[in-house]
C-alpha cells in the first residue's frame, strides 16, 4: 500500500472487502439452497463449493500483497479507525459468523441422523468402497479383515 494516500487505501479496503463479502454471501445463499434441497445431495455433490471460498481469499489477500489472513488482520488494524473500514470490516466478521452457524448446524443435522456411528460390538462399515492407492482397484475395508500387519490410511478432504 505504499505510495498510497490514506484515502486511497481506504478505498481499496472498501472494494476488495467489499468484493469479498458479495461472494461469500452469494456461495452462503447458494450453499443453503443446496443443503435444504437434500442435505446428502449437497454433501456427496456440492460440498465442493465451499473451496470458492479458498480462491476469493486468497485473491484478496494477494491483492493486498499479503499471505494470511493474520496479515491482513494486523493491516486492517491500522485503517479501523475510519468509518468505511469499520463498516465493511464488520460486514465481514458478521458474514463469516453465517458461515460458522451454517457449517455448525450441518454439523448438528449430521450428527443427529447417527448414520456412521458404530456402538461397540457392531460392525463398522466394512462395505464402504474404498481405492488401494498401489493397485488403483476399488476394494473395501472388507477385503483387508483377517489379513496380517494391514496399515490403513484413511484420507478425508471435500476436493
Not at 476469493?56 to 491500522?78: A, D, P, Q
Not at 463469516?96 to 449430521?110: G, R
Not at 476394494?139 to 483387508?144: A, E, F, I, S
Amino acid at each position: 500500500m505504499e505510495g498510497r494516500s490514506v484515502q486511497e487505501t481506504c478505498s481499496l479496503i472498501v472494494e476488495e472487502l467489499s468484493r469479498l463479502v458479495e461472494k461469500q454471501q452469494s456461495l452462503l445463499k447458494s450453499a443453503e439452497a443446496d443443503v435444504e434441497e437434500s442435505l446428502n445431495g449437497f454433501i456427496e455433490d456440492k460440498l465442493t463449493k465451499l473451496w470458492g471460498l479458498v480462491g476469493v481469499y486468497k485473491k484478496c489477500l494477494e491483492r493486498f500483497g499479503m499471505k494470511t489472513k493474520s496479515e491482513l488482520e494486523t493491516f486492517l488494524k491500522k485503517y479501523f479507525r475510519y468509518r468505511d473500514v469499520q463498516e465493511i470490516v464488520t460486514e465481514l466478521d458478521d458474514t463469516e459468523k453465517e458461515w460458522d452457524t451454517f457449517l455448525q448446524n450441518i454439523d448438528e443435522i449430521i450428527d443427529d441422523t447417527g448414520e456412521g456411528v458404530v456402538s461397540l460390538g457392531e460392525e463398522g462399515p466394512v462395505n464402504e468402497p474404498l481405492v488401494d492407492v498401489r493397485s488403483e482397484k476399488n476394494v473395501t475395508l472388507r477385503d483387508y479383515l483377517g489379513s496380517s500387519n494391514v496399515l490403513l490410511i484413511l484420507l478425508r478432504h471435500f476436493a
